[in-house]
């Protein structure tokens, strides 16, 4: 709670114009941001081989994703109170969720094919998932199910917290039942993640255990600060509220996760794991993140009520599902092309740019482009030249591991 006052009162020094802190703030807490970063990418590269990745990421998700719920939660607590709250509510999960996508699985794609370049001297073609993936990559579809019935009816409840909130745990116990990582995959560990493993097994969890904690307390103290840095550079700079709620803001509340996955993505076998850090995020963000928003919005209105949505809101939501329904179609194929992450990257970017150099809105252009894409995919899928090869991985990772049949008890063998 401290930490939600502390940036609320950032927040309403923005709105008001005057910068809580200095921008200069921001020379130790980015450094600090990227340490704490780096703690958890080490504990959780470390983590796979005890229990499962997929449970590692969702855990390095939750530490990492810390400053977005802060912001959501701030947002949503002043939401009553204030004109334009709903609006922000919206502008901040929806650039958040867009900003994972559009910017963040581009990125991860070219610090690989600048390593795979410097390395072997060849371009990066694609990134190829691992099957196990395929559970991250599938576990997109109820939260986008659910979000679709969420913006055909225009309001967030708190009953809508409750199926979030167990489509999440629902994820949660599907990952859990995957086996950790094989030792042998320990060679193309970095070596303070494989120094780590080394040790006497109390010593290594503990180790791993303290990297977490480590990680999650300097989140947890600096992103006020690094927080109300941004917000003094967004009044020296004259943006506009609602423009830096909705891409500023996540930009860097998004850091910590994407700090990691560029450490991961600087080798071509961490890559594929850069890439589901990114999705095990975005599971994290369209289910418990929106949960939270209105237990939180009911807790400041003092009474059970809806946060309503008007039609400018569900356009942006609208848009920000076509964004991840195409992201999860392209991921289907269990790989990550080239071409995939320039095309997405632009998308994304035409919405960044438009409102700083004065384009018209663009949303429903762009909306109509990624449903167009997902309809180009999926007849490519029709016609045998394209694979969702993630349904079939995933069928076998569940009668093995999940629900495993005909091999004794649940969990058997792992």
């Known amino acids: 709670m401290r930490l939600i006052s502390n940036v609320a009162r950032s927040v309403r020094s923005f709105v008001e114009g005057a910068p809580a802190a200095s921008a200069t703030s921001a020379l130790w807490t980015f450094p600090s941001i990227v340490l704490a970063a780096l703690l958890i990418a080490w504990g959780a590269e470390a983590a796979q081989f005890l229990i499962s990745q997929g449970l590692a990421l969702a855990i390095l998700a939750w530490l990492q994703t810390l400053p977005e719920f802060a912001v959501e939660a701030v947002i949503a607590w002043n939401a009553p109170h204030t004109p334009n709250g709903i609006a922000l509510i919206s502008a901040n999960f929806t650039g958040s969720l867009r900003l994972l996508v559009g910017l963040a699985w581009p990125c991860i794609y070219a610090v690989a094919a600048v390593g795979c370049r410097r390395k072997h001297g060849r371009p990066l073609r694609e990134i190829r998932l691992d099957n196990e993936h395929s559970v991250q990559v599938l576990a997109l579809v109820p939260p986008l199910l659910y979000f679709t019935y969420i913006w055909a009816k225009g309001t967030l409840t708190l009953v809508d917290s409750v199926v979030l909130t167990v489509i999440y745990f629902a994820f949660l116990f599907v990952v859990n039942r995957i086996p950790p990582q094989e030792a042998e995959k320990m060679e193309e560990m970095e070596a303070i993640p494989r120094k780590i493993l080394s040790l006497a097994p109390a010593m290594r969890n503990l180790t791993i255990f303290s990297l977490f904690l480590a990680g999650g307390v300097i989140l947890y103290f600096v992103a006020e600060p690094f927080l109300e840095s941004l917000l003094a550079l967004a009044v020296s700079l004259g943006m506009s509220q609602y423009f830096f709620v909705q891409?500023?803001?996540?930009?860097?509340?998004?850091?910590?996760?994407?700090?990691?996955?560029?450490?991961?993505?600087?080798?071509?076998?961490?890559?594929?794991?850069?890439?589901?850090?990114?999705?095990?995020?975005?599971?994290?963000?369209?289910?418990?993140?929106?949960?939270?928003?209105?237990?939180?919005?009911?807790?400041?209105?003092?009474?059970?009520?809806?946060?309503?949505?008007?039609?400018?809101?569900?356009?942006?939501?609208?848009?920000?599902?076509?964004?991840?329904?195409?992201?999860?179609?392209?991921?289907?194929?269990?790989?990550?092309?080239?071409?995939?992450?320039?095309?997405?990257?632009?998308?994304?970017?035409?919405?960044?740019?438009?409102?700083?150099?004065?384009?018209?809105?663009?949303?429903?252009h762009v909306t109509v482009a990624y449903f167009a894409w997902c309809a180009l995919e999926t007849i490519s899928v029709v016609t045998g030249r394209r694979a969702f090869r993630a349904f079939g991985e995933f069928t076998k990772l569940w009668r093995t591991h999940v629900f495993p049949v005909g091999q004794g008890k649940v969990g058997e063998g792992r």
């Open 247 to 364: 891409w500023i803001a996540p930009f860097l509340s998004e850091f910590p996760e994407s700090g990691s996955a560029f450490y991961w993505a600087r080798k071509i076998t961490g890559a594929p794991v850069a890439l589901m850090n990114m999705v095990s995020s975005n599971i994290n963000q369209w289910t418990m993140l929106v949960a939270m928003i209105p237990i939180v919005y009911c807790w400041s209105s003092g009474g059970i009520v809806p946060v309503v949505f008007d039609q400018h809101q569900r356009v942006e939501i609208l848009l920000t599902i076509s964004q991840s329904t195409l992201g999860f179609i392209l991921l289907c194929n269990m790989s990550f092309a080239w071409y995939e992450a320039i095309g997405i990257f632009l998308l994304w970017f035409v919405q960044f740019v438009g409102p700083l150099v004065g384009l018209p809105e663009m949303h429903h």
